[in-house]
Structures are given as structure tokens and as C-alpha cells.
């Protein structure tokens, strides 16, 4: 990407509009890569599968490998245009259904608004910045790099850093530096404190009790099996990503219950997924946070 981040010269061929695509962004220095079926990057070949050669240098865990195929996902992104056109990309462009780049490797952090409600909040919380349509949503694009996290907040993830975005064209408007709130989003969300660090003043918090789920449609037996697989995916999290699966585990528990005429005791159960989270070592604020978020994504059902 040159010193101004101008990422608007990518322009489609009737030859290969992707490869086109791909080698103006490069060209721009914004590292891309082809996605095939499904939006979804290549799988790694033989000789990679399962990162038997070590990864990508640039991955969260370096490594030795030099293959030639675009493997490893957004860690192939690529600001070479030998290598973009090489043989060993070849097939690829000749499958792929769409364009990736590596905004972390771009310099660049994507907020990735997915429904109507995160824009709109958006556009309520965040400094305006180059802005895409997205099938469902928007991208807000902003200078500065930092690390991704998905599910942040209820139809938001940011895209930086080990992760890649979909190309979908320049998008309009004037990028603005990387913001304070968007890095306050993953702020110590993914990180487990060492052990034996207090994370957390509260005794004990109330656990989920047939009692109070009056109007739930499921057996006790359904909930609270539910509940424990929850609680296992959180408590296992010991060395990272503790309050983003506390997010997920009680999100899936509203959906679960949307249909119910409640009440199902939900605030119950979201006590019992914080105090999971607490337990591995996430600050009870960030989990009552990620929980509230979690369950708060399915806004119709009431607890």
C-alpha cells in the first residue's frame, strides 16, 4: 500500500477480473489472495495439510515454509506479482469465485458490521472512515493495524491482523486513524490472566433452577445439558479466547430459548456462563460484558 493507504486502483480484466483485482491491490501494497466456493480460502496442499511443513512465517506460529501454492489462508496474501501469477496460483485463480486481502498486512483494521443494528450503532459509536456494502452489513475500514476478534459486541468483528477480509470494492468515503473505541472492543477479551491473579470480588453467583423458568418450552434434562457443554467450552479455554466462548455459549442459549412464551431464567444462566469465564481467568467485567452481549443478540426473548 503506498504512504497515503490507497486501496481504490483494483479494477476488474475480462480476462481475470480476480487476478486483475488481486495484482492492483498488490500493486497498491494490500497483500491478497484468491477465496474459492463458498468465500473461503484454499485448503493447504499435501504437503501442508494439518501445517505439517511449520506454517507460514508470518503465522501466529512462525515457521519453515516456502510452498509455493497460496496455503495457510490469509497468511498466503501476497503483494508479489510473480507470485500471484505463478503456475503453483494458477488453478486457483482458475477455481476462485472471489478476491481476499490481509488488511492487518495492509496496515489497515476492518470493523465488519454485519446486520443492520451494528451500523447503525456504528454510526452511533464510531468516528466516521471509508465505508463498504457488504451483502448484509457494512466494512469500516480505518487506518492502523491491531488484533482481530470476532464477535466482539452483537454483529460486529474486527478484521486486522491474522485474518482476512473480502474485497468488495474501494468503498467510499476518507480513511481515519485506527480509533481508541475500536481497539477498547478487544481489549483483554481474548487474553486469560495468569493463575492465581483476582479477577473477580463476587462470592458465588445464583445457578439456573427449574423454579424460575415457568414459561420455558424445554425438559430441565435439555437445559441443563445444554448449560454443562457451555460451561465445558468455557472452562476449557485456559489460555485464550475464554470471554469470546463465553459470548458464544450464551448466545446460543437465547437463540435456543427465542421461542419460548418464557420466562426461561436466562439471567440465571448467563451467571453461571460469567462465573465459567471467571474461573479460567477472565476479569468479571469483560465476561459480564460478553455474556450481556451474547444474550442481547437475540433481542426478541426476554429472560
Given at each position: 500500500?503506498?504512504?497515503?493507504?490507497?486501496?481504490?486502483?483494483?479494477?476488474?480484466?475480462?480476462?481475470?477480473?480476480?487476478?486483475?483485482?488481486?495484482?492492483?491491490?498488490?500493486?497498491?501494497?494490500?497483500?491478497?489472495?484468491?477465496?474459492?466456493?463458498?468465500?473461503?480460502?484454499?485448503?493447504?496442499?499435501?504437503?501442508?495439510?494439518?501445517n505439517a511443513c511449520g506454517g507460514r512465517p508470518n503465522m501466529k506460529t512462525p515457521g519453515p515454509c516456502h510452498c509455493p501454492r497460496p496455503c495457510h489462508a490469509w497468511a498466503a496474501a501476497t503483494t508479489n506479482?510473480?507470485?500471484?501469477?505463478?503456475?503453483?496460483?494458477?488453478?486457483?485463480?482458475?477455481?476462485?469465485?472471489?478476491?481476499?486481502?490481509?488488511?492487518?498486512?495492509a496496515g489497515l483494521t476492518v470493523v465488519d458490521l454485519d446486520d443492520a443494528d451494528a451500523v447503525a450503532w456504528a454510526h452511533e459509536s464510531l468516528p466516521p472512515t471509508r465505508t463498504v456494502p457488504t451483502t448484509?452489513?457494512?466494512?469500516?475500514?480505518?487506518?492502523?493495524?491491531?488484533?482481530?476478534?470476532?464477535?466482539?459486541?452483537?454483529?460486529?468483528?474486527?478484521?486486522?491482523?491474522?485474518?482476512?477480509?473480502?474485497?468488495?470494492?474501494?468503498?467510499?468515503?476518507?480513511?481515519?486513524?485506527?480509533?481508541?473505541?475500536?481497539?477498547?472492543?478487544?481489549?483483554?477479551?481474548?487474553?486469560?490472566?495468569?493463575?492465581?491473579?483476582?479477577?473477580?470480588?463476587?462470592?458465588?453467583?445464583?445457578?439456573?433452577?427449574?423454579?424460575?423458568?415457568?414459561?420455558?418450552?424445554?425438559?430441565?434434562?435439555?437445559?441443563?445439558?445444554?448449560?454443562?457443554?457451555?460451561?465445558?467450552?468455557?472452562?476449557?479455554?485456559?489460555?485464550?479466547?475464554?470471554?469470546?466462548?463465553?459470548?458464544?455459549?450464551?448466545?446460543?442459549?437465547?437463540?435456543?430459548?427465542?421461542?419460548?412464551?418464557?420466562?426461561?431464567?436466562?439471567?440465571?444462566?448467563?451467571?453461571?456462563?460469567?462465573?465459567?469465564?471467571?474461573?479460567?481467568?477472565?476479569?468479571?467485567?469483560?465476561?459480564?460484558?460478553?455474556?450481556?452481549?451474547?444474550?442481547?443478540?437475540?433481542?426478541?426473548?426476554?429472560?
Open positions: 500500500m503506498t504512504q497515503t493507504t490507497d486501496i481504490t486502483r483494483a479494477h476488474s480484466s475480462p480476462l481475470n477480473e480476480h487476478l486483475s483485482t488481486a495484482l492492483s491491490l498488490a500493486e497498491s501494497g494490500v497483500p491478497a489472495l484468491p477465496l474459492r466456493a463458498g468465500k473461503v480460502p484454499f485448503g493447504n496442499c499435501p504437503e501442508c495439510v494439518k506479482p510473480d507470485v500471484l501469477t505463478s503456475r503453483a496460483w494458477t488453478f486457483a485463480w482458475v477455481q476462485a469465485s472471489a478476491v481476499a486481502y490481509h488488511p492487518g498486512g448484509r452489513g457494512e466494512h469500516w475500514i480505518y487506518l492502523g493495524a491491531m488484533r482481530s476478534a470476532n464477535a466482539v459486541r452483537p454483529g460486529v468483528d474486527i478484521k486486522s491482523l491474522m485474518q482476512y477480509a473480502r474485497w468488495l470494492g474501494p468503498g467510499t468515503g476518507t480513511m481515519t486513524p485506527l480509533p481508541d473505541a475500536v481497539r477498547a472492543l478487544v481489549e483483554k477479551e481474548e487474553t486469560t490472566p495468569a493463575r492465581g491473579e483476582l479477577v473477580s470480588s463476587s462470592p458465588g453467583r445464583a445457578t439456573w433452577d427449574a423454579s424460575v423458568a415457568t414459561g420455558c418450552r424445554h425438559t430441565e434434562k435439555y437445559v441443563r445439558t445444554g448449560l454443562a457443554r457451555g460451561l465445558a467450552l468455557v472452562r476449557a479455554r485456559t489460555e485464550t479466547g475464554a470471554a469470546s466462548q463465553a459470548f458464544g455459549v450464551a448466545q446460543f442459549l437465547a437463540k435456543q430459548h427465542a421461542q419460548c412464551p418464557g420466562p426461561c431464567g436466562l439471567d440465571a444462566l448467563g451467571h453461571e456462563v460469567i462465573a465459567a469465564a471467571v474461573s479460567v481467568g477472565v476479569p468479571e467485567p469483560y465476561a459480564a460484558r460478553a455474556v450481556t452481549n451474547g444474550l442481547g443478540a437475540d433481542a426478541g426473548r426476554a429472560a
